[in-house]
């Protein structure tokens, strides 16, 4: 269960959270381009160089040009909405310092990699593979510090299990099947499930395609895609990891 120790930790882990918020928009900003392109260095409309820091190069919430106020990235909002979700999950969640430090770096991976993935249906592989190196790495300190390696070889196994698995579908079904940025998530998204415990994969995955799913329906029911549309499952991936951290306590 939450405690009033971990209730009052909300405000500093928000302020903290908000505070790399402008790092994570000039990562969507310059990462959602269709493959094969270089990434974005500025404005598209006047050129104005973005960044996360700066008076003039900063990214604000506003999403906007500081030049010429064309929308830059992700929409306004939306990416302080999700860290202060993911903070929440985390402060819900109540694991241990050690866990909680990989879970972080996985946020701060998963964030903008859910917004380039909505934007233009890809999932950078600097972004990818930063979140899997990272995060085994770190859950690895964790079973260090907590003596328990099994879980830490169990998370491996779950992360390259779905990892190959989500490959072997490109493979098999090409655009039908998963994409192969979605196999490179899966490493560690699905290994911060495996951490957790078989249950939490199964439960993740779940909410992950139901997700998928459901949305896919709503989108044919309104018209907005058709049969042979194509949905990213990265973004459902990242929330049903979200959605099974949170629903499993520490």
Known sequence: MTGPSEVASWPARGLAALAI???LRWLVATESVPYGQPRRSGCDTCG???GPVGPIRTLSPRARCANCGARVGAP???VEFLLLLAVAVLVVAGRPLPESIAFTWWVGCAVPLFFVDVAVHRLPDRLTFAAAGGTLALLGVAA???GDPSAWWRAVLAGLGAGLSFGVSTLLLGQRGFGLGDAK???SSVALLGWLGWPAVVLGLLLAFTGSALCALVLLATRRIGWRG?????????LGTL????LIRG
Do not use: C, D, E, K
């Open 243 to 246: 959605g099974a951290l949170a």
């Open 185 to 187: 998530l899966a490493l």
């Open 76 to 78: 306004p909002l939306t």
């Open 144 to 146: 260090l510090v907590t």
């Open 230 to 238: 194509h949905l990213p499952f990265g973004p459902f991936l990242i």
């Open 48 to 50: 104005t160089p973005i």
């Open 21 to 23: 918020a402008p790092a």
